[in-house]
Structure formats: structure tokens, C-alpha cells
């Protein structure tokens, strides 16, 4: 596994960070669809990656039972292995006490004393305002007086103005944006990844796969030609190629949901390079990124943040639908798929427009008009 020393801290991390918002599942007896984290296989899981030199762990508050399942996979002397960093889920913060309160639950959640890095998530223009009215640095500063926290940071889902305007606001110890070869101008992109760098400031890359969206939805001519001229990178290894050709990529979190996913990852990172693409590679990127772009019609990830919807839209489901589409020409599938879940009620007719959704999308996507497309192309 390779290392990079992390900012201008005395530790190194993995180049590998080990994402746990999509840790394997198993469905629930009589739960009808519904599902819950796998425990056992993701802490084997976890153990497996830290035993294997990765020892950066990404997991939050609003992932569910993760933190729960990380804290129970840290037992038994992985703890002292590991850097932990979690989130504070931003939109439930209400008052200054909510900062202690929901920190201290997230202790206890992971069973440690003190959490190595704690993020602010998801940062975005109305968390920004509600976070400085009630003081967040003041919160951050006495968090790391009192041993709970070590260091302090935040993800970042807006516009790249906003980016550079929170990173000047504070001695941050590290950030986290989105990014990979398809969104390299979207929110903080790479104009922000050389920003935070110049200030210090390292950085933590997540979505290098936009969501499985560059391994599992990719067109068949992209296929073909990795297949004929990918210069021995397949989907996977050439999108975390290139955020490893970036010199100011610290740590590029790959969130699993399987060992097999795990081990791949693991073997990709131990074979590596590091340093600029080369020009069979860099010309491969651009040929990638210009036919997936001719394909994609709505940029979802897939991450969930949108849901619940209050009237019941699988709106991640749809899209995924509606892209496949264009991507894959599977309107004949979509539209089946898109039947069942107009009779479940999930469809995009059930959308009030009450803009929810649009206000927690960390891709700032027009999620209303989205679903409008949906629906009239596949009813």
C-alpha cells in the first residue's frame, strides 16, 4: 500500500481511504424490500482492508448503521491502526447544543474516545450560514481542546465561490470534495483541489467513480475501447489513475460493498503509479470522458442524499432508469422497471415539487425537472 503524508501533519494515510456509506447489505424477514448493513461480512471487511495497509476509514453520521458497524470492527487492536473520520450531519443542527449532543452520540456510536478527523458534511450555502451564526469554531476549537476530536474539516457539495470562501474561514486540517475525470468543473473541481492545496490544506477525494457510475454504467464503445487501447487500465483502475496523477490528491476514498470490490481496490492501489499520465494515458482519458459525456443525461450518483422523499419517489431509481436509457438503450427494460414503480406509488408522477430533494442534492441537480423528463419518457 502507498502513503502520502497528510498535509502538514506528522502522519501518513493511505492513498486507499476505505468509503463506508455502501457497506454490503442483506434483506431484512418479512421486511418488504428492506435491507440493513451486513454486519459481519463488513467488518470482516474492514479488518481485511486495515490488515492490508489501508488505514484511513470514511464513514458518517447519516450513513445508517455505519458508524455503529466501524466502532464494532475497531475492537481488538484496530483502533490504534486506523485514522477515523465521520461527519456531522449538518442539516440537524439546530442549535449550538446540537454540535456536543449529536458529536458525543457519534462517540459513543464508534466506541472511541476521540475521532481523529471530524468533518462538517455535506457543507453547502445554507449549512455555511446556519454553521456561522451559531459559532461552528467555536464548537471545533473546544471539541479539539477536550480530546474529542484531533482534527477538523469539511465536505463540500456547492459552488466553487462558496469552496474558496469556507477554506479561507478557518485553520482547516483537511477537506474532502468530489471529483474524478468526468467532474473535474463541477463544484469544487480541480480549480478547488489546487486552492485548498496552495492554502495547506490536504485533501480527501470521494466519487472517484461517480457513484459506480464510471464502472457499471459505462456506454459499449468505451468498453471496446478499453478493451483494445486502455494501456493495461481497466474501468476501475483508470479513474483512480488519473486522481493519482494529481499531485495535490491526498487520500481517494472508494466506498465497497463487497470483498471482491475491496480486493481489487487493494490491488490497484498496491500497483499503482504516481505522477502524471502519461500520453497513452492521458489521451485515453479524454477519449473516455468525451463518449460518456455524449451518453449521461442527469448527473446522479446515486448517493441517497435526496431520500426519504416525502412522497415516496425513488428518485436515485429513476434516474438510473432514465440514464440507462442513453447509456445502455435499455428503454424497453427502463420502462417495465418504471411500471413496477408507478404501481409501488414511486414513480415520477407522485412528485409534488416541494423542492426537498433539490436542497439536499449534493450535484445541485434540477431533481423537479428531472423527474418530469422521467416520466414522459418512460410512462
Known sequence: ?????????????????????????????????????????????????????VNYLDTAYAYGDSELVVGKSLAKGYRQKTILATKLPSWEIKSYGDFNKYLDEQLKRLQVEYIDIYLLHAMRQSYWENYKKLDVFKFLDEAKKQGKILYAGFSFHDQLALFKEITDSYDWDMCQIQLNYLDEHMQAGLEGLKYADSKGIPVVIMEPLKGGSLVNNLPGEVTELLRKDGVGLNPVSLALRYLCSLPET????????????????????????????????????????????????????????????????????????????????????????????????????????CGQCEEKCPQTLEIIEGLKDVHKLLC
Request: charged share 25%.
Open 1 to 53: 500500500m502507498q502513503y502520502i503524508k497528510f498535509g502538514r501533519q506528522d502522519f501518513n494515510v493511505s492513498r486507499f481511504g476505505m468509503g463506508c456509506m455502501r457497506l454490503p447489505s442483506k434483506k431484512l424477514n418479512g421486511g418488504e424490500g428492506k435491507s440493513k448493513i451486513n454486519e459481519d461480512e463488513s467488518i470482516k471487511m474492514i479488518r481485511y482492508a486495515i490488515d492490508n495497509g
Open 250 to 353: 491526498a487520500v481517494i476514498l472508494s466506498g465497497v460493498s463487497s470483498m471482491r470490490q475491496l480486493k481489487e481496490d487493494i490491488e490497484i492501489f498496491n500497483d499503482m503509479p504516481i505522477g502524471p499520465l502519461d500520453d497513452k494515458e492521458s489521451a485515453l482519458v479524454n477519449r473516455v470522458r468525451d463518449l460518456i459525456k455524449s451518453k449521461i443525461k442527469i448527473g446522479c450518483t446515486g448517493c441517497g442524499y435526496c431520500m426519504p422523499c416525502p412522497s415516496g419517489v425513488a428518485i436515485p431509481d429513476l434516474f438510473k432508469l432514465y440514464n440507462d436509457v442513453y447509456m445502455l438503450d435499455h428503454l424497453k427494460v427502463s420502462k417495465i422497471f418504471y411500471k413496477v414503480f408507478e404501481n409501488g406509488k414511486k414513480g415520477a408522477n407522485q412528485c409534488t415539487e
